[in-house]
């Protein structure tokens, strides 16, 4: 069993910049891929960012030049550095860890609001 606890989420003025971490716990050996997904109110969850074990990234459109994913093998951690954020990033984002088999968070509300 895998335990992901996300935090660094919370309101930010449209231009902020917020850090979001998980770190995973538990029966790991290795994890193949981190990654990040959101879900606004009224919409499906989407997918945000991922970042492989090598470290090669992929990104939805709408982030690409905001956001960074980055990870901490050793401590099971990925982040997301989320900077120009704009009203439309608003959600509750979703760590997302697929070991195999993938393991979902609890989510973290992150609000971009004046």
């Known amino acids: 069993q895998v335990q992901l606890v996300e935090s660094g989420g919370g309101l930010v003025q449209p231009g902020g910049s917020l850090r979001l971490s998980c770190v995973a716990s538990g029966s790991i050996f290795s994890i193949l891929s981190m990654g990040w997904y959101r879900q606004a109110p009224g919409k499906e969850r989407e997918f945000v960012a991922q970042?492989?074990?090598?470290?090669?990234?992929k990104y939805v459109e709408s982030v690409k030049g905001r956001f960074a994913i980055s990870r901490d093998n050793a401590k099971n951690t990925v982040y997301l550095q989320m900077n120009s954020l704009k009203p439309e990033d608003t959600a509750v984002y979703y760590c997302?860890?697929?070991?195999?088999?993938?393991?979902w968070g609890q989510g973290t509300q992150v609000t971009v609001s004046s």
């Open positions: 997302n860890v697929y070991v195999p088999p993938e393991y």
């Open positions: 970042i492989t074990r090598s470290g090669r990234t």
